[in-house]
């Protein structure tokens, strides 16, 4: 079946650490997405890729880093730069136009400890 | 892009109509209005979407104002299981980046 896959699905990371988050669909979408979601909030979005080798920072970029080598993966690294980085990791993806909706991932908790 | 606001929760009785409004005043003519809801700890899913068409699906019903500034989400016969964060959004006929806001939370109480 089609879909999108994180994982892990809960990650620990001691302060100072980097830690990547992986991402991969099976769903021929051209584009795909980073969500951070903290308790009781909507959807902040990190990053954006809309074809391979491009990308675009969200609405809060800072201390996070992505690549998109491949059509099908959209890894993010969250770095020792993010002062708060424990939260509920979302990754999307979709075909072009309105009538196309998000598929998301199951997320993946990470903790600082 | 256009951003919607809902109300911040609701309540519903199980096996009554649960509706569920959304604003979208400043909605162009090219953005569609999406639903998704998301349970606890998991990722959001899609329900429906609609551009200005009543829509309907084995989900639920989506109903758009003429003047597509707001628009209503049903669930005809809500469960236990339809407690939930429920987002809308508005999307655009391109590649964007959608606002997600804090969605409204629906508590379905026996």
């Known amino acids: 079946d089609g879909g999108i896959t994180q994982s892990p699905k809960y990650l620990f990371r001691k302060e100072g650490q980097n830690v990547t988050l992986s991402c991969e669909q099976n769903l021929n979408h051209d584009a795909m997405y980073w969500y951070r979601q903290d308790p009781g909030q909507g959807l902040r979005l990190i990053y954006y890729s809309q074809i391979v080798n491009d990308f675009q920072k969200g609405d809060i970029a800072e201390g996070y880093s992505v690549s998109r080598e491949k059509k099908e993966s959209f890894p993010l690294t969250v770095t020792s730069a993010q002062k708060n980085p424990t939260a509920f990791y979302l990754c999307?993806?979709?075909?072009?136009?309105?009538?196309?909706?998000?598929?998301f991932g199951s997320g993946t908790r990470l903790t600082v400890v | 892009d256009a951003k919607t606001t809902q109300p911040t929760s609701m309540d519903c009785a199980e096996g009554r109509a649960a509706n569920l409004p959304c604003n979208h005043s400043?909605?162009?003519?090219?953005?569609?209005v999406y639903w998704y809801r998301q349970i606890h700890s998991q990722g959001p899913q899609y329900i429906i979407h609609?551009?200005?068409n009543n829509e309907t699906n084995e989900m639920a019903s989506l109903i758009i104002t003429e003047d597509r500034k707001s628009s209503t989400l049903i669930l005809p016969h809500a469960t236990l299981r339809d407690t939930a964060v429920y987002y809308c959004?508005?999307?655009?006929?391109?590649?964007?980046?959608?606002?997600f806001g804090p969605g409204t939370s629906l508590s379905v109480i026996p």
């Open positions: 400043t909605i162009s003519g090219n953005e569609y």
């Open positions: 609609g551009l200005k």
């Open positions: 959004i508005v999307r655009k006929t391109s590649y964007d980046k959608v606002i």
């Open positions: 999307a993806s979709s075909t072009p136009g309105g009538n196309a909706g998000y598929t």
